[in-house]
């Protein structure tokens, strides 16, 4: 290829890159200024994109975009070699190479906006619902961390366990999740749409180092989750990754409808998943508020529950240093930039909706 016809590929590229980036801000902003823009998109456009490429990505049993990340880690390393050396022989320059990395960013970039930045500024699952979240009183959320602790104890006689004693999943599970999301969407509306079957990391040991039990992906429109984890977090995670494909990105909603969905499924391991993962963000804001109160439920709660918790713990304790702080710390200030202002205490605000929804 001539020198004249290399100089046009890079300039193309860093217009088009240019383009691109100018495109994804305009998007934002359009949508911080106007909410029903962002409202109209999410269910005018994006929801038609999960129904086209959610299909595509879905007739694969394996993370696209896990196999996307160590390609392009991989390309971009090879590429900046070669580039490197071919300077030397004066072939190429490195600043080609950094146009097509620029432009690879900026399609990045455009597809995250396109399929989850945007949908931060719609109407949330709350206002659509109509569940008023309001205040609520000490009294309020112990009557709730009651009413947990008397399901999970009912559901936890109903499930299947390993000889060690945890939760054991039917190997139709990931089915059954994508069911329940279906039976959600009867009583809300805001729910249909095309759901894929959620995905496990290959790797899960990358997410498990980052305190990360599950990943929406934008980019391929696919909901994976950390299949290393201890099964009761399985359906759960499932479903909250499962809902951000409806456009709910909100962290503690998600939750929520992850919850929601879960009591929707007819199998009890689900049910148990679901309910037992909301006790837990409802318990720890009981501590918080009234530990006598809390310390008295806690002793309630039916001993076979307990090894579920245990092997929880000790899996998430084994990861614990600098990375995953490190991780929190992106992760917080991802979640703030995103009009979340609680940052990673936002999966806790499940509770607020929570509260609010039994109250009704």
């Given at each position: 290829m001539s020198h004249r016809k290399r100089e046009g590929r890079t300039e193309w590229s860093l217009l088009l890159g240019c383009i691109l980036f100018l495109c994804s801000g305009g998007m934002i902003i359009i949508s911080v200024k106007y909410p029903q823009f962002a409202q109209w998109y999410s269910d005018s456009i994006y929801s038609k994109i999960v129904e086209f490429f959610g299909r595509i990505s879905g007739a694969f049993p394996f993370s696209i975009v896990e196999i996307g990340l160590y390609i392009g880690i991989l390309t971009i390393f090879i590429t900046g070699i070669f580039a490197v050396v071919q300077r030397k022989r004066g072939r190429i320059s490195i600043f080609q190479w950094f146009s097509r990395v620029f432009l690879s960013a900026a399609i990045l970039l455009f597809l995250y906006v396109s399929n989850c930045g945007i949908q931060y500024h719609k109407s949330s699952f709350s206002e659509q619902s109509k569940i008023l979240v309001e205040a609520y009183s000490v009294e309020e959320l112990e009557e709730t961390c009651v009413w947990l602790t008397e399901q999970v104890n009912?559901?936890?006689?109903?499930?299947?366990?390993?000889?060690?004693?945890?939760?054991?999943?039917?190997?139709?599970?990931?089915?059954?999740?994508?069911?329940?999301?279906?039976?959600?969407?009867?009583?809300?509306?805001?729910?249909?749409?095309?759901?894929?079957?959620?995905?496990?990391?290959?790797?899960?040991?990358?997410?498990?180092?980052?305190?990360?039990?599950?990943?929406?992906?934008?980019?391929?429109?696919?909901?994976?989750?950390?299949?290393?984890?201890?099964?009761?977090?399985?359906?759960?995670?499932?479903?909250?990754?499962?809902?951000?494909?409806r456009g709910f990105m909100q962290e503690e909603e998600a939750n929520f409808i992850a919850f929601l969905a879960c009591r929707e499924s007819e199998y009890s391991e689900v049910q148990y998943s679901g309910t037992l993962s909301a006790w837990v963000y409802a318990m720890n804001a009981l501590y918080d508020a009234d530990w006598e109160a809390w310390k008295i439920l806690r002793d309630k709660l039916d001993p076979s529950i307990e090894v579920d918790l245990d092997a929880n713990s000790q899996f998430w304790s084994q990861y614990e240093g600098e990375i995953l702080e490190v991780a929190n710390q992106i992760n917080d200030t991802y979640l703030k930039v995103n009009r979340q202002e609680d940052g990673i205490q936002s999966y806790g605000k499940m509770v607020d909706l929570l509260v609010a929804y039994l109250q009704e």
């Open positions: 009912q559901l936890t006689t109903k499930v299947s366990r390993t000889e060690k004693g945890t939760l054991e999943l039917e190997n139709t599970w990931r089915e059954q999740v994508v069911d329940c999301m279906k039976r959600l969407a009867k009583t809300y509306p805001c729910m249909s749409g095309y759901y894929p079957r959620p995905k496990p990391v290959i790797i899960s040991e990358i997410l498990s180092y980052q305190g990360i039990t599950g990943i929406y992906s934008p980019f391929t429109i696919e909901a994976n989750y950390n299949q290393d984890m201890p099964e009761y977090e399985l359906p759960f995670t499932a479903c909250h990754e499962l809902s951000h494909l």
